[in-house]
């Protein structure tokens, strides 16, 4: 067990952290935009399968890894105007929606999937890789840590101060805030509920799209069904262990990022614990994390609460 | 006279029962030029595993056993109770003869096959078991291809430290990594071992992490089994697959792999059902496991393709001595199913 505490071990561990947080950041964060507009949306998981796909063909079609990033938005975005068109428009219950989604989509995909291969071998792609940013990559430890990641990583990092200051300095990340705790005010102000939580389910979609999009392109070599691996849900969890504020949904996200990436070394390491339990631990600390914060919670008053003039 | 006359009689009876009896013998074996047969796949046509079943399949079709002419089709990848809503409504459609459950389904097998004794069941790989009759259990090991891809392995790593992602401590995934090992240990016995399951069939985010784990902590080889060679391309690092050749994915990473070859097991139902619709003879499906050794066709070692040149010719005639030693049963590998640890 002391071996974990090596250098290189907590390097390796360190660094898988910010590996493992990036796609579950991306979709966290978006997902924050979201549900801040007031839009419970539990499509997250359904959302991040179809920017895989889409990504995923692109980047076999296309072999240009920025036009299957770009794609992996787009789908996201895509999905968000489906998932508005449903809660904001008809008005559909947003659990309802959300899982409905993700049981079409896991299946619409796959069968895509079907039909792009016609009985073939997958086509293959070069997926994303290490970007050292000079000088800094170079510091002992830190370098190898933050410094020599994926692009992607350094964007999902940058994404929360960048949506912190959308959500609370801005005039439209105010009102959609308010839309998620009292869009009636917007309504009477003259301003349309409608539109601006469209804009947030597209700009939330678009990011949890880039999330399925990455681990497409930075994890695997290949399109599979079930690819996210339930991420999609730890990214909801993450929002409510999180209280729905920037800051804590990315504090989450590191604590579960960090748990897996010490339950994958544990392994590795010739420990006397069963490897199993630390699998359960990111599991195990979101229960734990909503049962001491269930009284301190921030969740938006009308969130997934279908708004009627 | 008399007697005379029920004489002929009974000779004119018997032919006209014997010729009956022949025709419908004729017919008997004229519906036995067909066979149907359907394989509930557990993990998609994609997956080595599956992949690997329905290639086979295709040159047992293509050998014609007993001159049947072999159809067979197969399920998109499905589990828990929608395994059993397929097989019942295979058994019940009347239009398959073998039904083939890609995976751990013994215990759904068990609950129908006595309605339909006509129809061979077939459960495939660990946690099944089989109360014969006309349940099949057919089993896999590669573990002696796992065993030569170790002798390989260990002559060629620098820093003696080999790696393995599996999926799943199971019996029939740990035996190969216990070989693999094995062989690696007869040329460096003092090899350390890194051992990492997913514990998924399928979780490319989890099998990259541990990929790029085991590489950080040394590992300069890894054995794969858990379908993902991205992180070995980021690495650059030779590695091994498993169950298929999935060169493909990976030309200039994936070295070679422990092959699943399925036809002498897929034959051994056929034949088993065969013999039941055209001698009825009863079934007597397998109780015990039963698996094809390498020697018999079970398993082979994916060609080295274009990375055939990265072996040192010395360690490539080591390797191909010991493929040899197996396939003539010189070299007898070890089995052990004991879960495999990292070091």
């Known amino acids: 067990m002391s071996e974990l505490f090596q250098e290189a071990v907590i390097i390796s561990i360190l660094a898988g952290t910010l590996r493992i947080m990036t796609p579950i950041l991306f979709a ?45 938005i787009l789908s996201g975005m895509v999905m968000g105007l489906i998932i508005g068109f449903m809660t904001s428009t008809l008005r559909v219950d947003h659990f309802i929606t959300g899982l409905g989604l993700n049981l079409l989509v896991g299946g619409l995909t796959f069968f895509w999937f079907r039909i792009y291969v016609k009985g073939g071998h997958p086509p293959t792609f070069t997926g994303l890789e290490n970007f050292s940013i000079p000088i800094l990559a170079s510091i002992p430890i830190l370098g190898e840590v933050f410094f020599n990641q994926k692009p992607l990583t350094y964007i999902a990092i940058l994404s ?51 999330g399925g999009a990455f681990l497409m392109l930075g994890f695997s070599d290949r399109f599979q069904p079930d690819l996210t691996a339930g991420k999609g849900w730890l990214a909801i969890v993450a929002i409510i262990a999180g209280k729905w ?65 | ?80 109770d929608a395994v059993m809503d397929a097989m019942t409504l295979f058994a019940e459609s009347g239009d398959y003869d073998i039904i083939i459950c890609h995976m751990t389904c013994s215990d759904m097998v068990q609950r129908i096959n006595k309605d339909y004794p006509d129809v061979a069941f077939v459960s495939v790989g660990s946690g099944n078991s089989s109360k014969g009759g006309n349940e099949y259990w057919i089993y896999k090991r590669v573990h002696e291809a796992a065993y030569a891809l170790g002798v390989l392995a260990g002559h060629m790593t620098e820093s003696g430290v ?105 034959t051994r139902i056929i034949d088993g059902w065969f013999d039941y619709k055209e001698n009825g003879v009863p079934q007597n ?12 066709g079970g398993a082979v070692v994916a060609p080295f393709h274009g990375l055939a040149d990265r072996i040192p010719a010395n360690i490539r005639k080591i390797f191909d001595n010991t493929v040899n030693d197996i396939m003539s049963g010189d070299l007898v590998v070890e089995l052990d199913v004991s879960e495999p640890k990292s070091d």
């Open chain 1, 28 to 72: 966290a964060i978006g997902e924050l935009v979201t549900q801040r507009a007031g839009i419970w949306n539990m499509g997250v998981e359904g959302t991040m399968i179809m920017g895989a796909f889409v990504s995923y063909v692109v980047a076999t079609q296309s072999d240009s890894l920025p036009l299957a990033i770009l794609s992996g």
């Open chain 2, 1 to 80: 006279m008399i007697k005379i006359k029920e004489f002929f009689k009974l000779i004119v009876l018997g032919s006209v029962v014997t010729f009956v009896l022949g025709l419908m013998h004729i017919l008997h074996a004229a519906n036995t030029k067909d066979v149907n047969i359907a394989i509930i796949l557990c993990c998609g046509v994609e997956s080595p595993w599956d992949a690997t079943m329905v290639e086979s399949m295709e040159r047992v079709k293509q050998a014609k056993p007993h001159g049947l002419n072999i159809t067979y089709e197969y399920t998109e990848p499905i589990y828990g």
């Open chain 2, 162 to 266: 080999l790696g393995v992602v599996g999926t799943f401590p199971a019996d029939d995934v740990n035996d190969e990594i216990n070989a693999y090992f094995a062989g690696a240990r007869t040329v460096k016995p003092d090899l350390i071992q890194k051992v990492s399951f997913i514990e998924s069939w399928y979780d490319p985010g989890k099998a990259a992490e541990m990929t790029s784990a085991q590489i950080s902590m040394g590992a300069d080889m890894i054995f794969t089994l858990a379908s993902n060679f991205a992180a070995c391309e980021e690495n650059n690092l030779l590695c091994f697959g498993n169950f298929a050749d999935e060169s493909h994915y990976s030309p200039s990473t994936h070295l070679s792999a422990p092959i699943a070859i399925w036809d002498r097991d897929i």
């Open chain 1, 160 to 210: 929360v101060p960048v949506v912190s200051y959308f959500l609370y300095r801005t005039r439209w990340g105010l009102e959609i805030r308010c839309l998620g705790e009292n869009p009636k005010a917007i309504d009477i102000k003259g301003l349309s509920v409608a539109l601006r939580q469209y804009i947030a389910i597209i700009i939330g979609s678009g990011m949890t799209g880039l």
């Open chain 1, 245 to 309: 504020l920037p800051k804590g949904v990315f504090a989450a996200v590191l604590v579960f990022a960090f748990l897996e990436s010490v339950a994958v070394h544990v392994q590795i390491i010739d420990a006397d614990i069963p490897y199993q339990i630390f699998f359960a631990l990111p599991y195990l600390a979101s229960i734990i994390l909503l049962i001491l914060l269930r009284r301190k919670t921030n969740q938006p008053a009308r969130l997934g609460v279908p708004y009627f003039r």
């Open chain 2, 285 to 296: 499906g397998n109780t015990e496991m039963m698996w094809t050794s390498m020697k018999d």
